[in-house]
């Protein structure tokens, strides 16, 4: 089994120790210290563990380390720019689309894969890209809400770079 | 009745089961000197919950120094030399947001912005003695606790700014972390007022309270107050900790409930670098320097395990009758009620009904599964882990050790939610037994699997009603009997002279706890579906024949308030259907009306539409509380519709999120609520009543659409068979 030494990650080379055959959800929360990715299944139902590799939304508890050591990974860590919240984030402050909060940063990792290929998705393709995110308090009217939300700022600052 | 009485009452129904074997311990034995020593200097307020000492000789201004703090604490709270007001409370935040309810409660009552204010939480160090989070009760008691000792402490600054200044206290105002003398414009902040103090102030019960009609930032939709760090993956769950030169635990489970273990082979696992493997009884398990490498070596060992035949799911009912315990009901007398003659009123009545209803056994699948890191320093422990009863699992710890209580030290970070589920300790255990072993920290996280197979269930249950009409629509007999599922919410709101209510415990097959609301769900979902019944066979409105039978002014409130809203009486189209549950439970009315739509061809079930209406008091916070109402709707709409556990022989048959149906964002409907918000009554809590009216709602509104009567839970885990 050859071994993975460098993984690239919110746009830094990092040092890593992994089997190829590693999830990329240990490396990212072992070896990185990338806490933020969360364990819900381990079998790539629930969404918890949502990372963006290359920019599309993955599930890291069944992405082997091997399949993306040359690929560039985006963790919920990496988002946010300094101090300024990606809209996304933001969003989801702004609707309070949380309880306790577990699923939530699959559900902004996810909501921004979406926004990458779709910016302005309609509630039903919100709901269909979503649904394999889950979140057991309840929140899901909130999280499209949030997602809508985030759809708009982000048009409004598109049009302002401009 | 007084809120006081309520929550007697309340808390008498169902003593929750895993509470039983738990008794309050009052070890509490803490000197104020230390308080000071660990916090620093400033002023410290004390909530006494049952002071029986003579505390208030000293008056305001505080005890003399050196007296030892009275045992039986509910919350304390430190104003520091910088004016950070730092509060202790045994109540755990697991997503209910009672951190940042908590915190509005304190900002209202002491006057300074919520950002100087931190809670520190379900530390068995530091906080005062909790029973734990559940039953809904931290609003009811928490908030006013802490509202107290926030009152209070306003009380000390007040005083000693007026001894400063020597005027009046009276003439002086609290407000924006400073005290201010109004005739002089003079004003001092609160940090200077604590500076060099070491102040410890009791509390006088009758403390006098900013009543609700009156609230600036309770009342308000504060925002939740450490957001931030959760949007950013900052914050760090139970499952999140670390601590230096830590191991990964692994356990060897059982091939089934109750299984003991014949034999063992661990040689594979022993000669692996850095594995350490322990035996102790049924316990096996392994600790690794990584996740991959423990389970490497718990997989490598080879268990042989025996255990008895065990029924499965499909014998359940029949089980759980045939096993239900004759006479007294071991969690008191609270799910026994017979007032009247039930059997001549039955006799006499003109129309006479009696059916039979079931709810399975589902889970709690919180995404956060049960983890835990324990380190030890000697004889003493410490374990990081996310559990409603920090103290309970203090006890749990203690005992399984053999330590005394003042050497395990349990803390909870905020937890990935609970729902109930989280009220035992099993994973911290683990976790600290194999932490002696390798003489090293070690994190124990379980698999979803696990969690779905060794936590515990919410109890399946049987439950038989009957009830004698008169021809005027009149309930006036009323029969109700509970077969395992539990006595919270037992007891029927409607007004009936002759009733005869009981729970019969029976011997579960499967380990079985708390769940949102405790057995308030199934009972709920018997009693609203039989009303239902009764009136389609009176050929009556269901509603009218709920408020004819119904005087409770607040739940006839959210019965009418919710009717409106959603609009009942409107004509229907084909496939679609209305109805209704409703009713009370841990001091919040609840009423909900639901509107479904069955495919005739496919027979698939969708909820469209779903309409709260809630009371509880005076609201704390209307956003957070839409919040839980939104919630409970959704995880309600699971146990109606098709979650349910599957067993056989001691195995669990869909202990996977793959072949465990949760609601999704598909499944989600409209959901609209109305808060009704009594300024005048005392705030109750909210995590838990507003689940009990989904499922008897929707079976309602199934039956309207098809005339189809479905009387077990989970409703349509394969969509309606009509055929």
């Known amino acids: ?162 | 009745m007084s809120t006081q009485d309520l929550l007697k009452s309340e808390t008498a129904l169902e003593p929750e089961r895993y509470e039983l074997r738990a008794g309050p311990s009052y070890q509490f034995q803490v000197d104020r000197r230390d308080f000071f020593k660990f916090l620093g200097a400033g002023i410290l307020v004390v909530c006494v919950l049952n002071d029986t000492s003579p505390a208030q000789e000293s008056g305001r201004g505080g005890r003399p120094a050196g007296e030892a703090l009275p045992k039986e604490i509910g919350a304390w709270m430190h104003i520091g030399e910088d004016g950070s007001v730092t509060l202790y409370t045994g109540k755990v935040e697991v997503g209910q947001n009672i951190r940042t309810s908590l915190t509005q409660a304190v900002c209202e009552e002491l006057s300074v912005p919520p950002d100087k204010i931190t809670l520190t939480m379900g530390d068995t160090k530091l906080t005062p003695y909790d029973r734990g989070t559940f039953g809904s009760l931290t609003t009811p008691v928490m908030n006013l606790q802490l509202r107290r000792v926030a009152s209070a402490a306003r009380d000390v600054l007040v005083t000693l700014a007026a001894k400063q200044w020597q005027v009046d206290a009276k003439s002086l105002i609290a407000a924006n972390g400073k005290v201010t003398d109004p005739a002089s414009m003079r004003s001092i902040e609160y940090a200077a007022l604590a500076k060099g103090q070491s102040l410890t102030e009791t509390l006088p019960a009758e403390d006098p309270l900013i009543p609700a009609t009156q609230w600036k930032v309770a009342g308000q939709s504060l925002p939740k107050v450490d957001g931030c760090d959760f949007v950013t993956g900052k914050h760090r769950y139970p499952y999140d900790q670390k601590l230096p030169g830590m191991l990964h635990g692994k356990i060897v489970r059982p091939t089934a409930f109750n299984a003991t273990l014949v034999t063992l082979d661990t040689k594979e696992a022993e000669q692996m670098p850095g594995v350490v493997v322990v035996r102790d009884g049924n316990f096996v398990g392994v600790a690794a320097p990584t996740v991959e490498l423990a389970s490497k070596a718990a997989s490598s060992i080879k268990a042989e395990w025996k255990a008895d035949p065990q029924p499965s799911n499909k014998e359940l009912f029949e089980v759980l009758k045939k096993t239900a315990a004759e006479g007294a009901d071991p969690t008191g007398d609270a799910g026994h009620v017979t007032t009247g003659s039930v059997d001549q009123a039955m006799a006499a009545a003109d129309h006479r009904l009696q059916q039979t209803y079931t709810v399975s056994y589902i889970a709690h699948v919180p995404l956060e599964p049960r983890a835990a890191l324990a380190g030890w320093d000697g004889d003493t422990v410490t374990v990081w882990t996310g559990t409603q009863r920090p103290f309970g699992v203090r006890a749990d710890l203690a005992e399984a050790f053999r330590l005394p209580e003042d050497r395990v030290r349990v803390l909870m970070p905020d937890t990935g939610s609970a729902y109930g589920g989280k009220h035992t300790g099993e994973t911290a255990i683990e976790a600290a037994r194999l932490a002696r072993a390798a003489k090293r920290p070690v994190k124990l996280v379980w698999t979803r699997e696990e969690e779905f197979t060794w936590a515990y269930f919410r109890p399946a249950g049987v439950m038989d009603v009957s009830a004698g009409v008169s021809k005027d629509a009149t309930i006036t007999a009323w029969e109700f009997h509970n077969y395992n599922s539990g006595a919270a919410g037992i007891r029927t709101y409607y007004d009936i002279p002759n009733q005869r209510i009981q729970f019969h415990p029976s011997h579960s097959p499967l380990r079985q706890g708390s769940y949102r609301a405790l057995a308030a769900s199934a009972n709920h979902f018997a009693r609203e579906s039989f009303m239902d019944e009764l009136a389609h066979s009176l050929k009556m409105d269901p509603l009218q024949f709920r408020l004819k039978n119904l005087k409770n002014e607040r739940l006839r409130a959210v019965f009418e308030a919710s009717a409106k809203k959603f609009g009942w009486g409107q004509p229907k189209k084909p496939g679609q259907g209305f109805g209704m549950g409703g009713g009370y439970e841990k001091l919040g009315n609840v009423a909900t009306f639901v509107e479904v739509y069955v495919d005739p061809k496919s027979g698939d079930v969708s909820v469209k539409r779903v309409v709260t209406a809630f009371e509880c008091g005076a609201i704390v916070n209307p956003d957070n509380l839409r919040n839980q109402l939104e919630g409970a709707n959704i995880m309600g709409l699971g146990g109606a519709l098709f979650e349910a556990i599957e067993f056989e022989n001691g195995k669990v048959l869909n202990g996977r999120m793959s072949q465990y149906r949760v609601p999704r964002f598909r499944d989600v409907p409209v959901l609209e609520t109305v808060m009704l918000d009594r300024k005048d009554l005392p705030s109750a809590g909210a995590g838990e009543a507003p689940i009990v009216g989904v499922a008897p709602a929707i079976g309602n509104a199934i039956f309207d659409a098809t005339g189809v009567r479905l009387r077990a839970l989970p409703l349509v885990p394969n969509g309606l068979k009509t055929s």
């Open chain 1, 1 to 162: 089994m050859s071994k993975i030494t460098k993984l690239q990650v919110n746009g830094r080379i990092q040092t890593i120790d992994a089997d190829e055959s590693d999830s990329l959800l240990s490396v990212l929360r072992d070896q990185i210290d990338l806490t933020g990715s969360k364990y819900g299944c381990g079998e790539g139902q629930c969404g918890a563990c949502t990372v963006l590799v290359d920019g599309y939304s993955r599930r890291s508890c069944i992405t082997k380390v091997g399949r993306v050591a040359d690929k560039k990974i985006t963790t919920i860590e990496g988002l946010a720019a300094g101090d300024r919240l990606h809209p996304v984030q933001q969003a989801f402050l702004d609707e309070q689309a949380m309880q306790c909060a577990y699923c939530t940063s699959g559900m902004i990792m996810s909501a921004v894969a979406l926004l990458n290929k779709s910016a302005h998705p309609s509630r039903t393709e919100i709901v269909d890209f979503m649904d394999g995110n889950v979140c057991r308090c309840g929140t899901h009217p909130r999280v499209v809400a949030a997602i809508e939300r985030a759809s708009r700022s982000m048009a409004g600052a598109t049009k302002e770079s401009r």
